[in-house]
């Protein structure tokens, strides 16, 4: 059946959590490239942003084909608004691609007409035109559509060579004064192959990059948009090949197109002096650089290829260049426990990164942590996708529980925004204006109210996830936490009875010995710690017990402890440190038995 296609609607929809990222807007740029190809062939096109603007559902009426962009934490609200636009305007075809959609086509598909997987260009570009004449969409290659309840996924397309051929994103067709960020693609790909990363299983191996003079015509032509104030280049790896990057930075030297810009990199810029003096000069205020770690074993584990010397070079290196950086880390590998994650911070707290992210370790569709996870069958805890923004823990890892790793990782991210680091920040911006250094005061300003948006976003995060927090404190044990004032204790294992006592004891939670009689008089915030086994029989006697069962048999116990323990307090650290205490041998340093 032919179809008439005057106007499109491109829709990227936000995330529904609050994420690092959330009051400064960065663009992914697909949308914009896709909306730009359709309407230099002449069609209407609307580009919705929903970070940047309120969406008005009712413009969804005016378009013939709504095509919507979605990355895994922004797949909830992708969904919602595709299933509102099947029931309210049935007539709309509705085509989603991006990330999400390219690596769970079948789910996707479940809320929309057609997914492309993979780069858009050339597959929007025929599918438009084949729902125009009417054509069979079998061959277009990247497509998936349902037929008959089955999923149809036809091949794969070779991935663009010629970069070139793409229009320059037109960002006037965003409401204007709604983008002062402007990003700029020069190439795609990247020649490694981290594993929790999902950039080489969507853009391959293979840099392929537009020509220096083509990246420095887009340059030029960004300049000259309204609002236009920063640059930020969303290339994977900006640093890599390095000529090309050089030749690049002379470019917008040489055509005076020194713009203030930031961008991705990898460690090996440490070894890149010279670019990184070009850099400067060209512009170049901030790198961002996904470390990741500095646990040697976490290191290999994420196969990031590179040391915590590397590491610790890359910062120096960038900081002797009078360059912020914006160090990203991630937490939670199977190697990680809160110390590894504690070290962590504390090294870019010493470090002094302007700005820095820890992300919890996501199996995201598509990676190769995924691939590996889902062959050994591994357990998921949540699969509500908004909760995959790294942010969040959506597997059990092995050596803390949930809520130890969540809440290590964004206490200490409250650390690295703390007060005392915004003013130490502002004061060295209001040192360097007295001394006339406008540069440097001007960067120290910056970076104070980078930090101070860090704490805003951070204390918003925290009002926000109180429910998430409190959900997996009591986790595993369906018990409510904050609510206990006493526990009696019926485990008949000595060694165990040992260990629970004195643990409870520096926790200072009153305890005492459960018996028969006791049972009886039981208040509701009376905690039973209890023997395993006995848990059945005792819970035939007595109705709405409150029963932490300890299954383990192992005096060490550190697991079931935790879990007690985050029961009576959200104080990660405490309980620890009471642990620490249990383990504690008279004649041994207390950090030694904490280690
Ligand atoms: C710029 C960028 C950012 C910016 C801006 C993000 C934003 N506004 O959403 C910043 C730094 C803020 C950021 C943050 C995050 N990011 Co980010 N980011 C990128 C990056 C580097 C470039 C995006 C881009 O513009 N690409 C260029 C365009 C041309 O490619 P594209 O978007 O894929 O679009 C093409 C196709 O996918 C397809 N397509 C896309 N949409 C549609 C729609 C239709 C209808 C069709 C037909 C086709 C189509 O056609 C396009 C052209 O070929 C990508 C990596 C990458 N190389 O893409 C990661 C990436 C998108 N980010 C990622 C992640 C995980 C995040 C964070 C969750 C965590 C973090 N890194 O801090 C946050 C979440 C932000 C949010 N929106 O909620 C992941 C997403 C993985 C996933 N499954 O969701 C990526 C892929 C990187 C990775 N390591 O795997 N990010
Ligand atoms: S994390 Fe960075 S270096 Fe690693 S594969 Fe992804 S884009 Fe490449």
């Known amino acids: 059946m032919r179809q008439s296609i005057k106007h499109i609607l491109f829709l990227e929809p936000k995330s ?3 994420h690092v990222y959330s009051d400064a807007y960065i663009p992914r740029i697909g949308c914009l490239v896709l909306a730009t190809i359709m309407k230099n062939l002449g069609y209407g096109v609307r580009v919705m942003l929903e970070e940047v603007e309120d969406i008005d559902t009712n413009e969804f009426g005016e378009a013939d084909l709504i095509c919507i962009s979605s990355l895994t934490s922004t797949a909830p609200g992708s969904y919602q608004y595709a299933d509102f636009i099947r029931n309210v305007y049935p007539d709309k075809t509705i085509v989603m691609g991006g990330t999400h959609p390219t690596f769970v086509p079948d789910e996707a598909l479940q809320h929309c007409d057609f997914v492309v997987r993979g780069e858009g260009e050339d597959a929007l570009v025929e599918l438009v035109k084949c729902l125009e004449s009417g054509a069979d969409f079998r061959s277009i290659a990247n497509l998936s559509w349902m037929e008959d309840g089955q999923a149809i996924h036809n091949p794969e397309r070779p991935k663009a060579e010629d970069l070139d051929v793409l229009p320059i994103p037109d960002f006037s067709l965003v409401p204007s004064g709604r983008l002062d960020i402007m990003s700029i ?19 391959g191996h293979k840099l392929r990059g537009h020509s220096v003079e083509r990246v420095l015509d887009m340059l030029e032509a960004y300049t000259k948009m309204p609002n236009f104030s920063y640059l930020f280049f969303a290339d994977d790896i900006f640093n890599v090949p390095v000529d ?18 930031a961008a991705q990199m990898r460690h090996e810029i440490s070894k890149q002096p010279e670019l990184m003096k070009k850099m400067r000069e060209a512009g170049c205020d901030r790198v961002m650089v996904g470390f990741e770690s500095i646990d040697e074993t976490a290191l290999e584990l994420y196969g990031k290829k590179e040391t915590a010397l590397d590491v610790e070079r890359a910062i120096d290196a960038i900081h002797n260049h009078g360059i912020d950086l914006h160090a990203m880390f991630i937490a939670g590998a199977d190697s990680d426990h809160p110390e590894t994650i504690k070290t962590q911070f504390e090294f870019a707290k010493k470090k002094d990164l302007a700005t820095s992210q820890c992300m919890i370790l996501t199996y995201l569709p598509g990676s190769e942590d995924t691939i590996r996870y889902d062959l050994q069958g591994g357990e998921y805890l949540s699969h509500d996708w908004s909760h995959y923004d790294g942010h969040h823990a959506n597997h059990p890892v092995p050596n803390m529980t949930r809520y ?11 650390g690295m925004y703390a007060p005392h680091r915004i003013l130490s920040k502002l004061g060295s911006a209001a040192w360097n204006a007295v001394k006339f250094n406008k540069r440097e005061a001007t960067r120290q300003l910056r970076n104070g109210l980078l930090r101070l948006n860090g704490y805003s976003i951070l204390q918003r995060w925290f009002k926000e996830h109180t429910d998430y927090l409190a959900d997996l404190r009591a986790e595993n044990v369906s018990l409510s936490p904050d609510r206990y004032k006493r526990v009696l204790l019926a485990v008949s294992n000595v060694d165990v009875s040992r260990v629970l006592h004195k643990f409870l004891d520096e926790m200072n939670i009153r305890v005492e010995e459960y018996s028969e009689e006791k049972l009886s008089a039981l208040k509701d915030s009376d905690l039973v710690v209890m023997a395993g086994e006995m848990v059945d029989d005792v819970r035939s006697k007595v109705q709405n017990l409150h029963i932490f069962p300890v299954h383990d048999k192992n005096t060490r116990m550190d697991r079931t402890l935790t879990q007690l323990g985050i029961l009576f307090t959200e104080n990660v650290d405490k309980v620890r440190e009471a ?3 249990v383990h504690f041998q008279p004649g041994q340093s207390k950090v030694a038995a904490k280690s």
């Open 579 to 581: 642990i620490a205490a």
């Open 185 to 203: 693609q020069t190439q795609r790909g990247c020649p490694w192959d981290c594993s929790f990363c999902t950039v080489t299983k969507l853009n």
């Open 404 to 414: 130890e790793l969540v809440n290590t990782v964004m206490e200490g991210m409250k």
């Open 16 to 18: 529904s959590h609050l």
């Open 244 to 261: 090309r990057t050089m030749a690049i930075m002379q470019g917008m030297i040489d055509r005076r197109l020194t713009i203030p810009w």
